[in-house]
């Protein structure tokens, strides 16, 4: 005879109010997954069509590259690796594993595309820029203590479902710092160019769509545990979204006239625009001077 334990046991009942917004929410989810995964491209095309990385603040792209490669790990490891989802299921018995597929696909495709952006610094023209000492000390940080963590799982100080949470930590540190430098390398240029709006755009996109997927799901169940049972989810969401929207009205308001001559950065459109003015014509020549061509307005 075979006998069970049904003290701890459950069954999980979802009741929703409609189907129509149940479909509505994964459409949704679908969409903001599009628009995060899509909005690595614009800044790589741009690259790509200046030959020039010039604007591109490089400690956000070592930060955001960081990031995702945490976040890669964090989810490869919770979605396929059997002892992790075992430890989560003893630690977490009624909850399920909070990572799916999708997610997967999405943390490994940052990681490339942000791996790949990296790689265009090396090849194409990026001027004066290099890595400031305040992102390479973060950086180094944020590596070390993955080491260190690392290091302390191998001696059992701490769980393998501990060691994996510590990428989730390194994401977080990420998303909350990472905007900081191009936000203020703009300020300092007092331009934009450079610097995809189309990341942005594209960004803030899925971050409104990823909150409406929420308010929808959470309504659709009457339960709106979602938003302050996981405020670290929806806290990193809104600060994504806080610093879309100083990039554009950096872009679009404050920095929206800023344009460069050709004849100083042939075939670049360098961050800076020249802050000296051009040389009075002599008084011998003969011919009128010639008008500064400029830059087409980036969008």
């Not at 979802?14 to 459409?27: A, G, K, L, N, Q």
């Not at 203590?145 to 990420?174: E, T």
Request: hydrophobic fraction near 45%.
């Amino acid at each position: 005879m075979i006998c069970y334990r049904t003290a701890e046991a459950f069954v999980r009942v979802t009741v929703i109010e409609s189907h129509v917004i149940y479909t509505c929410t994964i459409i949704v989810g679908w969409m903001y997954f599009f628009a995060w995964s899509l909005s690595f491209y614009p800044q790589m095309f741009l690259n790509f069509r200046r030959k020039s990385v010039t604007g591109l603040n490089f400690d956000f792209l070592l930060l955001n590259l960081i990031g995702f490669s945490a976040y890669s790990l964090y989810n490869l490891l919770m979605y396929y690796d059997v002892n992790v989802q075992a430890e989560y299921k003893r630690e977490h018995p009624r909850s399920p594993i909070p990572v799916l597929l999708n997610d997967v696909v999405f943390a490994v495709h940052a990681s490339l595309a942000c791996a790949v952006t990296a790689i265009q610094c090396f090849i194409y023209e990026r001027d004066n820029q290099r890595l400031s000492r305040v992102g390479i000390a973060l950086s180094s940080l944020l590596v070390l203590f993955a080491c260190l963590s690392g290091l302390a799982g191998l001696l059992s100080y701490i769980s393998i479902l501990q060691f994996v949470m510590c990428f989730s930590y390194i994401k977080m540190v990420v998303t909350l710092s990472k905007y900081l430098p191009q936000v203020f390398f703009n300020f300092q240029r007092k331009s934009t160019v450079g610097w995809s709006i189309g990341n942005v755009l594209l960004d803030f996109t899925g971050g409104t769509l990823d909150i409406l997927q929420m308010v929808l799901q959470c309504f659709n169940v009457a339960d709106w545990v979602t938003f302050y049972g996981n405020p670290v989810k929806f806290g990193l969401g809104l600060v994504s979204m806080f610093f879309d929207i100083i990039f554009m009205i950096q872009h679009y308001v404050l920095y929206r006239g800023v344009q460069v001559v050709h004849a100083e950065y042939e075939g670049v459109e360098n961050p800076i625009a020249p802050q000296s003015s051009p040389p009075p014509p002599s008084h011998g020549s003969i011919n009128p001077p010639e008008e500064p061509i400029l830059d087409d307005v980036q969008f």
